[in-house]
């Protein structure tokens, strides 16, 4: 068995904070009700000459920077997004020419919404398995969102919620336990449709129709205090580890009630899950990543430490991974 180790962060958030007194400003809510009900303060939003792909690729470069990694060891890229510049090309085969990487490997976007972190680090260690004999046995797997741009100005219970940005790390595999979980049930709990969602599609200004992320709050919310937990003890049992044996579960940050619920429900250690849901909001598939970079940043990982990583979101979709932190610094 082969298992991840993370081997350096890189982490790119946009210039422009916007606070939940900002947000009170231009619509009915103030930051005590937006606070309260999810834990959120403050967010990132992209500005001037700032993209999905923009962040992306500043959050790779720092990774390989920080990795010390020569590109030709780069052997596979993967982008967790929903909301990159372009439906094609992928946000994944813009970072070739732009970061110098290798024409010879594989580029891939992959879209399991909030999940993406888990769905994403699962395929790369899959892929570095399948392919360990060739000399290329590193991967760069990042999450990037540009969410600003898909929120409804007049829907107030999901615009507080969600934030830009980007992460990404730079992993390889090593001998050793592995375990994920990862699924799906269908669920238009949380959607974004197409700017041609309609019966026809000659319909008059059918591609003008807006795209917004559209959310039943309540169902999500009961989705995610059962599934969480579901998660963290299939992976653990898949793994034959104890929540003992965990150094930090970093879940998706949607909503700072739900960490806090699964902590109490499970009984858990609440030092051992990382929150940055207060000052960056729901930034979907980059949630996890941006946590593995603040905690680096912060010096709050440590070489050794296992890592279990949980997301869940549109699908709806979950998944949970087993990785390590094996810094080469």
Known sequence: MYSIDIISTGLALPSRTVTNDDLAQIEETSNEWIEKRTGIKERKFTGEDESANVLAIRAARQALENSGIS??????????????????PSVASQMQEVLGLPKDIPYLDVNAACSGAAYA???????LVANQDNEKPYAIVTGVEELSKLLDPDDRTTNILFGDGAGSVVMTIKEGSCASVLGAESSLAINCFGAKNSRSLNTPDAAHQPSYIRMDGKEVFRFAVRIVPYCINETLKKAGLSTDDIDFFICHQANKRIIDHVVKSMKLDAEKFY????????????????CLAEMEEKGILKSGQRLLLTGFGSGLTWGSVIAEYRSRQ
């Open 71 to 88: 590109l030709e060891k780069i052997g596979l890229v993967l982008v967790a997004t929903l909301s990159g510049d372009y439906s094609t």
């Open 121 to 127: 680090l699962e395929m790369a260690r899959a892929y």
């Open 275 to 290: 929150c940055n849901v207060d000052h960056i909001g729901n930034t979907s598939g980059a949630s996890i990543f941006i």
